[in-house]
């Protein structure tokens, strides 16, 4: 069974430019989480979608939004990239909702460089 | 709000030792407590969980952690450290089930020396 897949795994973009970072789920699972991971802040939760709907959003400026398709596919968005936004994006997915319940499974993550 | 605290960014232990990697948690409700691996250049993978059953916790890999109410604390030991858990690992909490937002602890480094 596949893992998580994110895309592309590296990105290199200028202050200012905006990029798009996808994610595609194992097969079967519907909720897919977002994280940035620095290494000042660690580990930030982004957001959370289940069946195209989002559910959950950290605390992260509008800069950042995020969807989620019908397929459970999802994609990330960040518009005027700023220097600070230079981390590691990481994707999970899960079968259902319930953290008690469910596995998240963690893709490699996509790293960001905004030079 | 919910937080985790892992104590030491850094351990560092010889190969067959004792791994003990400190993790403190506030919840105002009871939560639900995860340690995950990370090696590098790969994402998260999750080493054991807790979620209000049996305090004592068996994960992958010869792991396990204690919650511990009292202390409010969720520490992972191993009971002999091999050269391939050189890794990083996290410590994260929930305290809603109904979700899938994890908050991270910082983090720590643990090095084998052979």
């Known amino acids: 069974k596949a893992g998580v897949t994110q895309t592309p795994r590296y990105l290199i973009k200028t202050r200012g430019q905006q990029v798009t970072l996808s994610c595609s789920p194992i097969?079967?699972?519907?909720?897919v989480s977002w994280y940035q991971q620095t290494p000042g802040q660690g580990l930030q939760f982004l957001f959370e979608?289940?069946?195209?709907?989002?559910?959950n959003k950290g605390n992260f400026p509008g800069r950042f939004s995020g969807r989620q398709f019908s397929n459970s596919r999802s994609e990330m968005n960040v518009s005027t990239l700023e220097l600070g936004d230079s981390a590691l994006y990481l994707c999970?997915?899960?079968?259902?909702?319930?953290?008690?319940?469910?596995?998240?499974?963690f893709g490699p993550g996509t790293r960001l460089l905004v030079l | 709000a919910q937080s985790v605290t892992q104590l030491g960014s850094h351990v560092s232990v010889s190969e067959g030792a004792l791994v003990l990697l400190r993790c403190n948690y506030s919840?105002?409700?009871?939560?639900?407590l995860f340690w995950y691996v990370q090696y590098p250049n790969q994402g998260l993978q999750l080493l054991l969980k807790?979620?209000?059953?049996?305090?004592l916790v068996k994960g992958i890999n010869g792991f396990e952690a204690e919650f511990k109410k009292s202390e409010t604390s969720f520490h992972l030991t191993k009971p002999s450290a091999h050269m391939s858990d050189a890794a990083e690992y996290f410590c994260?909490?929930?305290?809603?089930?109904?979700?899938?937002?994890?908050?991270f602890g910082q983090g720590t480094r643990l090095t084998i020396n052979p």
């Open positions: 994260a909490v929930s305290e809603d089930q109904g979700a899938q937002k994890l908050v």
């Open positions: 999970a997915s899960s079968r259902g909702t319930s953290v008690a319940q469910e596995t998240q499974y």
């Open positions: 919840s105002s409700v009871p939560p639900y």
């Open positions: 807790y979620t209000s059953a049996a305090t």
């Open positions: 097969s079967g699972h519907r909720s």
């Open positions: 979608y289940f069946s195209e709907t989002q559910r």
